[in-house]
């Protein structure tokens, strides 16, 4: 694989620093963008990533991120969004909560993607958009989340369509990849049964496809699911 410059946001803790930690073990160059200061992004500084402290959660901190993404970084190849919020549907708060994962996930990622296709025309070659299986089947309790999630995997189709074939465009849509500490048992048996695989697979498994996605040049415009077979297990 020939060594590439690759821009992950969100990379300070889980799957996003795991994915920047095997991208910088092989060579590659990474610049990560993270929001708040945390033991992993002094970790990735230490490997030798570009380190840029952004949050997505306002229009001046998407244009700040973007301004200092353009004067510090230099022929970025791929862009990795991993970058992501989390928060329950609130009777309180719905109207801010529905704009605020909307900024993340998706207007966060089209601002983005416009600025650099444009400022790294030359070398930009693959965009790479960390979804979530829930996109394709609705959420109960995390309705918000899930609409967003659903607006990226779109994006990522309007956007392989728009940049091909010089740019390919694809979503990787996990599922339970690995669990939290605080996880108790009775969560983790029943969330181990969704799938037909019944496996914490672990944050490699989206590493793995991250690089085949970095490598194949005749993949676009796909949404790769990565759920042990949870589709063919709902009721």
């Known amino acids: 694989m020939?060594?590439?410059?690759?821009?992950?946001?969100?990379?300070?803790q889980r799957l996003g620093l795991h994915c920047a930690q095997t991208l910088l073990e092989k060579g590659h160059q990474v610049t990560i963008t993270y929001r708040t200061e945390k033991v992993g992004v002094d970790r990735l500084r230490d490997m030798g990533a570009r380190c840029i402290q952004a949050d997505f959660a306002s229009d001046d901190g998407i244009s700040r991120c973007i301004d200092e993404i353009k004067a510090k970084a230099n022929g970025i190849t791929a862009i990795v969004h991993n970058a992501s919020t989390w928060s329950s549907d609130t009777p309180e708060q719905r109207g801010s909560i529905f704009d605020n994962m909307m900024q993340v996930h998706a207007k966060a990622p089209y601002l983005i993607n416009y600025a650099l296709e444009e400022a790294f025309r030359?070398?930009?070659?693959?965009?790479?958009?960390?979804?979530?299986?829930?996109?394709?089947?609705?959420s109960t309790k995390h309705t918000a989340y899930a609409?967003?999630?659903?607006?990226?995997?779109?994006?990522?189709?309007?956007f392989a369509r728009k940049w091909a074939p010089a740019i390919r465009v694809n979503s990787i849509s996990p599922s339970m990849i690995i669990f939290n500490e605080h996880d108790d048992a009775a969560y983790r048996q029943k969330a181990l049964a969704k799938s037909l695989v019944g496996i914490e697979p672990g944050e490699s498994v989206v590493t793995n496809t991250l690089l085949y996605l970095l490598e194949n040049a005749y993949v676009t415009g796909q949404i790769i699911s990565l759920n042990g077979g949870r589709n063919l297990n709902l009721p």
């Open 147 to 158: 609409a967003s999630k659903a607006a990226l995997d779109n994006l990522t189709l309007s």
């Open 122 to 138: 030359d070398s930009l070659k693959s965009i790479t958009h960390i979804s979530d299986f829930v996109s394709q089947v609705g």
């Open 2 to 12: 020939n060594t590439q410059h690759v821009l992950i946001t969100g990379a300070g």
